[in-house]
């Protein structure tokens, strides 16, 4: 009697254990979205954007000081100046004193910077609590970031729409042989073509949509806009990334519970793409990450 005592304690206690671990345990769906968070937090995330200063042909000087071409908030009164030629090609011409680094190690001459648009990809210089790099987006520009931006140091954060598993779809990827060419536009109004390996087909409700998609690493990337926008969700549309690519079946999770808020929802210096006419969806997709805080959007 005894014995059975103490193995049905045991057994309680294992099942009292079990049981608090389920109960702390995450969904994959919940960690997806601790992991958003984090991103965005990030010193140097999408909040942190304070500015995007385009660059003229020749020397724009860069600094604190009230006489550069470039001012920045705080740090340093003159950090140097970045050099634009015709051609595009760039240069850094370091103040020695300011202790700026570039891509981690301290500058200590003049050197060629690279932007984002270069096959090895942006110069990245940082200095005091920034960090900022050239972008090409029809024209060269200087993407500004600060770690105590009020955009980041004031984050009200994120909200969402409750999960909802109708929104979770296995849906049917039509490649596009070749890879089709199409025409997007981004906030300032530059029009791009990009590759889209094909379109996913789905239905909601007995209704069938399809979205064009881009090509990432190990998924693929949705610009989308639907019913909700500029009432619940951000105005001009989201984006999403599938869960994974095509499987032999020919299918491609969409899950639109992870929807997100592009950057521009939340600076004024980012130069997000909106979704093009055909991924402007005509149904209410109530589900991912509702419009933020403060937008007037």
Sequence with gaps: MKYISTWMMCLIF?????????GNSKSAYEEWKEGRLERLMEPHG???LVGLEWLHV???????AADNMIQLSHGPDYLGQIVLQRDNSLRFIPELTSGIKA?????????????????????????D????????????GVRIKDSEAITRTGFLGLEYFPEDTQFRIDADFIAYEPAKLIPTVNVLGILTNQESPGRLEFTIDGVDYSLDALDS?????????????????????????????????GKVRIDFNKAYNPPCSFTAY??????????????????????YANSTY
Excluded: H
């Design 58 to 64: 020749g020397a724009n000087s860069i600094g604190s």
């Design 217 to 249: 690493d190990d998924s693929y990337y949705m610009i989308f806009g639907d019913k909700t926008n500029g009432k619940t969700t951000y105005g001009p549309g989201r984006f999403l990334y599938t869960d994974g690519k095509v499987d032999e079946a």
């Design 270 to 291: 980012s130069t997000c793409t909106l979704p093009p006419l055909q991924n402007r969806l005509p149904v209410a997709i109530e589900a991912g990450e509702k419009k």
């Design 46 to 48: 999408w909040l942190s």
């Design 14 to 22: 294992s099942l009292q254990a079990n049981a608090a671990e389920q």
């Design 129 to 140: 609590t920034y960090e900022f790099f050239v972008v090409e987006r029809d024209k060269m």
């Design 103 to 127: 891509n981690d190690e301290l500058v200590t001459g003049p050197m060629e910077v690279f932007a984002d648009s270069d096959e090895q990809g942006a110069t990245v210089f940082t200095v």
